[in-house]
């Protein structure tokens, strides 16, 4: 893979103003952690992803396996109930939806063949949410009430620069107000959708480039705080597109892979960040212990869905 001396220098010139951190709870070193959601009591869950894994973490950082899927898990989100939606693969290696109800019992929603590498997944209505493909280029519709699998929509700006790269493309996504943005990773674009009162897509269009995103999310101003992967930090986009570093190597974000807000009182304005330690291209000190990590942001977290 080289090192990360070899990356691009995309983040060089932008400020940095790190927010105050802690670590919640480490994970053993190459500990995979890929996605995570908050309950409103504060219970953090993440995906353990190369072992199949979904753990439970309480706010002190008691950790907990909560439920364990055959195959690995990718993007996980919230159903209106409680109960999580997860993305991965099964045993097969088919691409897969499961649903991981209260008591950690795991039921498979759909398989999707035609998928390649389903990652992250958002509520775009009460049964309906969208998940990236990051392999196919493209983002599925997945109603879990039916259950039910389509593609949204399938478009060069979401695919990889050639199809030998090992990077994924379309990889987190979010809405805000009438957009959906999503990440490609890959191509290191940052882009937007227009969703219509009927929730079909409109054009993408490029809003940041040059920035290497994984998953994020919003405060309720629009500012996007994004989790940069092999650049070991975690970033602030602002609504005029400007980046600013909040978070890096010292704060315990290397290798960070998504980003939630918290859920209960109290904790609004503090963003949960999960890594993997630096697997996929490790720092020059080798693979570090995996993170959850809180950053305090100063703005309370847009609601998802």
Do not use: C
Request: proline content about 7%.
């Amino acid at each position: 893979m080289g090192n990360s001396a070899d990356l691009p220098s995309i983040y060089a010139d932008k400020p940095i103003e790190l927010a105050p951190a802690k670590i919640i709870t480490s994970f053993p070193v190459n500990t995979f952690l890929e996605n995570l959601a908050i309950a409103p009591d504060g219970t953090i869950f993440v995906t353990n992803h190369e072992v199949g894994e979904i753990v439970s973490i309480t706010p002190d950082g008691n950790q907990q396996i909560y439920a364990t899927v055959e195959g690995k898990v990718s993007g996980l989100a919230f159903t209106t109930n409680g109960d999580l939606v997860a993305t991965g693969w099964n045993a097969d290696s088919i691409p897969v939806v499961s649903l991981v109800k209260s008591d950690g019992t795991v039921e498979t929603l759909l398989t999707l063949p035609d998928a390649i590498f389903l990652n992250g997944i958002t509520p775009l209505s009460d049964t309906q949410y969208l998940t990236a493909d990051s392999y196919r280029g493209a983002i599925w519709l997945i109603d879990v009430a039916q259950p039910s699998g389509s593609i949204w929509l399938e478009h060069p700006m979401l695919a990889r620069s050639n199809s030998e790269s090992v990077f994924p493309a379309a990889n987190g996504l979010k809405r805000f107000g009438d957009f959906l943005y999503v990440s490609n990773t890959e191509k290191m674009l940052l882009l937007r959708i227009p969703i219509d009162t009927a929730n079909k897509p409109g054009e993408p269009e490029i809003f940041v480039e040059q920035t290497n995103i994984d998953d994020f999310a919003f405060d309720v101003e629009g500012n996007l705080y994004g989790a940069t992967h092999i650049y070991n930090s975690v970033v602030r986009i602002a609504p005029d597109r400007s980046t600013t570093i909040i978070a890096q190597a010292e704060s315990g974000v290397i290798g960070s892979t998504a980003v939630a807000f918290g859920q209960s009182e109290g904790d609004s304005t503090a963003i949960y960040v999960v890594t993997n330690g630096g697997m996929f291209l490790p720092p020059p000190t080798g693979v570090v212990p995996a993170n959850v990590v809180r950053l305090e942001v100063g703005k309370a977290g847009y609601p998802l869905g």
